[in-house]
């Protein structure tokens, strides 16, 4: 764990330095490191924000699903977004994955950076302990990497402490976000696009609808433009089960339907989604 990204204190902001075993603020406030590296920061009134998607089968799911490479040309593009956005960059960039989930994603960046010689020190920040457990494996002793579980709604981060912070298919705190970032900071919002999964949603319900796309200004941003990807995958089995249980649809969904969605052995779906770069005023 480095030094120089330094967490706050989730009760009383100020800053916390390594101890035995831990982290700790100067007014005594502990937070222990679990073995696999993560900082456990969740206070008591976070638990109420964590969402369905959280437990550790969906966690391992959505990871099964990642690795076999599924998103992973919307990845690309992010990275690469990312690292354009940095080029050229003195000094080292300190970037968040707000809601960073099991990680995936934010290793990919991360190394992305690095290949591009852009020093990073990232952090990855998620409400679910068993994704910030997955995700702080991903990375090794000696990289400037720290995962924290903890709500993005309750940043354990300083006030302009961010050059970039990336939100992914998670919840998004527009003030907090506000509040990290440097001015001029980057922000990057992938959102599913109209007909995301739109084979899927046919198999399952009687009328599905498209996603709607919501409105690119976000208050207090700079927008910087949209990129589309669009792809197609093919599935099979329990891919079909895994990729239906990381959508929101899956919790709205009735038991016939979800029982509709179990019984398909393949399917080809077309995956789409926008790429949004913001940067803050
Ligand atoms: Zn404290």
Partial sequence: ?????????????????????????EKGHRFDRARSGYVNLLLPGD?????????????NARRAFLEKGFYRPMAEELA?????????????VRLLDA???????TRLVFDRLAEAGTGCALVGVDISKFAAEKAAKRFQPGEKAVIAA???FRLPLAEESCDGLMSL????????????LKPGGWMWEVIPGARHLWQLKEAVYDRPYPNEVKDYPVEGFGFMGSRPVAGEIALRGEEIAALF??????????????ARAAALEELTTEISF???????K
Avoid: W
């Fill in 47 to 59: 638990k109420h924000a964590k969402l369905p998607g959280d437990n550790r089968p969906m966690v």
């Fill in 245 to 258: 249980q990381m959508t929101p649809y899956y919790y709205k969904t009735s038991a016939e339907g979800q």
């Fill in 1 to 25: 764990m480095e030094n120089e990204f330094t967490f706050t204190c989730p009760v009383c902001g100020r800053p916390l330095f390594m101890q035995e075993g831990g982290l700790g603020c």
């Fill in 169 to 180: 298919f998670a919840p998004f705190a527009r003030e907090e976000f506000l509040r990290v």
């Fill in 80 to 92: 690469g977004e990312v690292a354009a956005a940095f080029a050229g960059r003195k000094g080292e």
């Fill in 274 to 280: 926008e790429i949004l770069s913001y940067r803050k």
């Fill in 99 to 105: 809601g960073c989930g099991e990680g995936y994603y």
């Fill in 150 to 152: 903890a709500s993005v």
